[in-house]
């Protein structure tokens, strides 16, 4: 019997973009084996990169090359896959595209215009996360439905923003729609609900959740200041060139929004979180409660308040012997309370970029799980 | 529609088994509703407290309020759904099972008798623990395997002793078998890695599982004596009254050959493990470590070595800023490292015995779930 294809568009393609590569790379022969299917990226749009199709399959180790030499989207004319010749010729795709995007004068016609013209089955959300307002991500994710593409966003913007509005979509669709990857990577935070917990109710949420502040706090701890722990968070590649989103709970609360859509069935946006941030935090503060044996963290909150559901983020002192003090640097916590379960917490140390790859990987064999059930149910097996 | 039907036989009826009747009565709605599926409970055996049957369902309103009053589990004639007549009548089942009982001079006959007849299709097993071999509880699944029964057990002992042959049983008869509720309660960490980590090769895990002990410890730590911990753990219901199966190790050991069975596809026994209880530790020991701002702890840890699973259960120290510290008292923790997520920890806090009838809870809705694809998939829909 000849093997399943699942036909994947990317839309983006930075660090978490190129590892998931990798991770692809890495898994093909046990996806093969195991789950009966090839996974074939067709279309990569990476904006000021360029961007890539050919619906035999993009040779990513050949892409990820060239990327690493050029800093630049570029594949050669071959197909990866042996004896299957192109159908379409990535050139005669891309000027079409080109062509598009100069007649609708849209910036973003890049992405629109891929996911238009890809006829894949997934497309994977990994644009530049817009805090203010989960846009282009939200477009994209629109424009896939309409292809009658599944969507896996790695972009927390479109949970954040407009979760209920995108699943109903989805819904009425019947396409699917999944975003474990979007708070706290890979670790399972949404599938733990919905998964595992079958029958109880989130009744509340609280967790550290921005690895950028939580990092600065712990270097604060160990005696820098607030402007050399921002420094030392750039170098590491943790904090942005500008760190406000970050620092000002932005990051935080569009986490928290997020959460409280899925697990509140909320209909928040970052803008409605009470928001503050880590900016006002001194040396001096850091010291005090260090003397007084207590850890300030940023604390993001969510729970009912007659019918409605509120978001909160702010530093909390903790004293030493809590739970929540022991999660340092860019390590990660979030607990739930439910009314069946009590409360369990859930727990990421050091995440690296694989992580989040693994997030968007673990969301491809969900995929593939359920676009089987369903195949079988209609009697397509 | 007609409704579907879940025919569920208990064996045993402890603490846990009376929690999930009250469960499955106050969500009887919510299951019809969610579910399209009617849970009865039509074969219940308590060893010294007798055993029912009721093949339209037992009343568990009526049999837990005559249990409250009598210690005793019986019911009345009249089948729970009106104008449904019972087929069978308790009266001549009973009697039936005490005449085999009698014949083949086997004092466990009773759960085994009633399997054999109950006729339902799941078997809850929840008779009491018996940790140096797993019986009866290996036998009552062997039974219930034998009648095409899909097996949920909250008894640790058959996935801690004979996890590999039982769950190949399972699926040479296309049957399922549950058991997430034998470690951690209703904490997810069988289904964490099954359900929401495809893909995920779990390396080692390590975790802070036997309550009574941790509860022991905390107490010390405030200033008791070992034997008083002891009174204070019975007292509060955690111990029983001979304490050394959980003192002397032999409960973490099983929770530990338990995970590696499932999570390292081991082939351990408790008696495999490497253990030390807690029982030489002296308040001393405890003061001394309390001064150095140190907790002890009885850890678990599972780990491959040389292709080898390897279990251990030993108290070992840790400085009050880690993690494992602040799992104090009943709570436990559960952190596995894993080839592409790197380091998750799972904590349950302060569970009470609801948590424990969540467990089984939850795995009869994925049983519910599990049967509903299957028999889609075979066109019964």
């Known amino acids: 019997m000849a093997k399943k294809q699942l036909k994947v568009c990317m839309i983006g393609f930075g660090h978490a973009a190129r590892a998931l590569c990798r991770l692809l790379l890495d898994k093909a022969e046990e996806i093969y084996a195991e789950y009966d299917t090839e996974i074939l990226v067709t279309a990569i749009s990476g904006r000021s990169k360029g961007s890539v199709m050919n619906p035999s399959g993009i040779d990513l180790e050949e892409l990820l090359c060239t990327y690493n030499l050029t800093g630049k989207l570029q594949i050669t004319g071959t197909p990866s896959i042996k004896g299957m010749p192109s159908t379409v010729s990535?050139?005669?795709?891309?000027?079409?595209?080109?062509?598009?995007?100069?007649?609708?004068?849209?910036?973003?016609?890049?992405?629109?215009?891929?996911?238009?013209?890809?006829?894949?089955?997934v497309m994977i959300e990994l644009s530049t996360l817009s805090i203010m307002d989960g846009q282009p991500a939200i477009r994209h994710i629109e424009k896939a439905f309409d292809r009658?593409?599944?969507?896996?966003?790695?972009?927390?913007?479109?949970?954040?923003?407009?979760?209920?509005?995108?699943?109903?979509?989805?819904?009425?669709?019947?396409?699917?729609?999944?975003?474990?990857?979007?708070?706290?990577?890979?670790?399972?935070?949404?599938?733990?609900?919905?998964?595992?917990?079958?029958?109880?109710?989130?009744?509340?949420?609280?967790?550290?959740?921005?690895?950028?502040?939580?990092?600065?706090?712990?270097?604060?701890?160990?005696?820098?200041?607030?402007?050399?722990?921002?420094?030392?968070?750039?170098?590491?590649?943790?904090?942005?060139?500008?760190?406000?989103?970050?620092?000002?709970?932005?990051?935080?609360?569009?986490?928290?929004?997020?959460?409280?859509?899925?697990?509140?069935?909320?209909?928040?946006?970052?803008?409605?979180?009470?928001?503050?941030?880590?900016?006002?935090?001194?040396?001096?503060?850091?010291?005090?409660?260090?003397?007084?044996?207590?850890?300030?963290?940023?604390?993001?909150?969510?729970?009912?308040?007659?019918g409605h559901a509120v978001g909160l983020v702010h530093p909390v002192y903790f004293p030493d012997s809590a739970l929540y003090s022991t999660i340092d640097a860019t390590s990660s916590i979030l607990s739930i309370t439910t009314d069946l379960m009590g409360e369990i917490s859930i727990i990421e140390k050091d995440p690296e970029i694989e992580q989040t790859a693994y997030g968007i990987y673990s969301d491809l064999l969900t995929l593939i799980k359920m676009t089987a059930i369903s195949s079988v149910a209609h009697g397509e097996a």
């Open 90 to 121: 990535e050139t005669s795709t891309e000027m079409q595209i080109a062509k598009e995007a100069s007649l609708k004068n849209d910036l973003d016609i890049g992405a629109l215009g891929l996911i238009d013209h890809c006829e894949a089955d």
């Open 148 to 306: 009658e593409l599944h969507v896996i966003t790695a972009n927390k913007g479109p949970i954040a923003w407009d979760f209920q509005r995108l699943s109903a979509l989805a819904q009425e669709r019947g396409l699917v729609f999944l975003y474990e990857t979007t708070v706290m990577d890979g670790t399972p935070i949404f599938n733990l609900v919905k998964e595992t917990l079958h029958g109880c109710k989130v009744l509340s949420f609280k967790g550290i959740l921005n690895s950028t502040t939580n990092f600065i706090l712990t270097e604060m701890e160990k005696g820098s200041s607030f402007s050399e722990a921002v420094i030392e968070a750039q170098r590491r590649g943790f904090a942005e060139a500008d760190p406000s989103m970050d620092v000002d709970g932005w990051d935080a609360a569009a986490k928290t929004a997020a959460i409280a859509n899925v697990l509140l069935s909320a209909n928040l946006r970052p803008t409605d979180i009470r928001r503050t941030g880590i900016e006002g935090i001194t040396a001096e503060e850091i010291r005090a409660a260090r003397a007084d044996h207590k850890k300030i963290k940023l604390l993001c909150e969510g729970y009912m308040d007659q």
